[in-house]
């Protein structure tokens, strides 16, 4: 890092990009469910249908990226405590996320969770270091949407919540 760089003032500053809030998850080498909460999915092309993240320093990702599968899940502004329940590392394990979870299978076998906006199914492309994090290129394989009505999850200035687009 530069000698000079404020990075508490650069993380204050982009606090105020907000984003969208999803769960990456697949399975571990034992097919045990694993999961890992990401504020960075982004879509990245039509043509092919790309979609990206960045993940950091994470003892998930290992063990669902050795899959090569995943599905993101798309959460509400009612899945707060799910959001934080992914977003920490685990002590006993990541497997005991999904303790009391309800989920079900997606087309490509990874778990959906229950009550999500949508599901996104896809296939690792590449992985590229991006200084502290790493860039997760994949190439979308399936796409679903849900019946729940609730507002998409945000996450802004530090804090998870919601966002309502007037005029709609």
């Known amino acids: 890092m530069t000698a000079n760089f404020d990075s508490a003032r650069f993380r204050q500053v982009l606090g105020h990009l907000p984003t969208g809030v999803v769960?990456?998850?697949?399975?571990d080498a034992q097919a045990q469910p694993i999961g890992v909460t990401i504020g960075s999915f982004v879509s990245v092309s039509l043509d092919p249908p790309?979609?990206?993240?960045?993940?950091?320093?994470?003892?998930?990702?290992?063990?669902?990226?050795?899959?090569t599968l995943f599905c993101a899940n798309v959460l509400s502004d009612a899945q707060t405590e799910l959001c934080w329940r992914f977003a920490k590392d685990p002590?006993?394990?990541?497997?005991?996320?999904?303790?009391g979870l309800d989920w079900q299978k997606?087309?490509?076998g990874m778990p959906i969770l229950s009550g999500i906006l949508a599901s996104i199914d896809c296939t690792v492309e590449s992985v590229t270091p991006a200084g502290d994090h790493r860039f997760v290129l994949a190439h979308?394989?399936?796409?679903?949407?849900?019946?729940?009505?609730?507002?998409a999850m945000i996450f802004y200035k530090g804090k998870v919540g919601g966002v309502a687009i007037h005029g709609i």
Do not use: Q
């Open 23 to 27: 769960i990456v998850t697949g399975l």
């Open 50 to 67: 790309y979609v990206g993240f960045f993940i950091g320093k994470s003892r998930s990702w290992p063990d669902i990226s050795r899959g």
């Open 91 to 99: 002590v006993d394990g990541a497997a005991n996320r999904f303790d």
């Open 106 to 108: 997606s087309s490509n």
């Open 140 to 151: 979308v394989t399936s796409l679903h949407t849900t019946e729940v009505t609730h507002d």
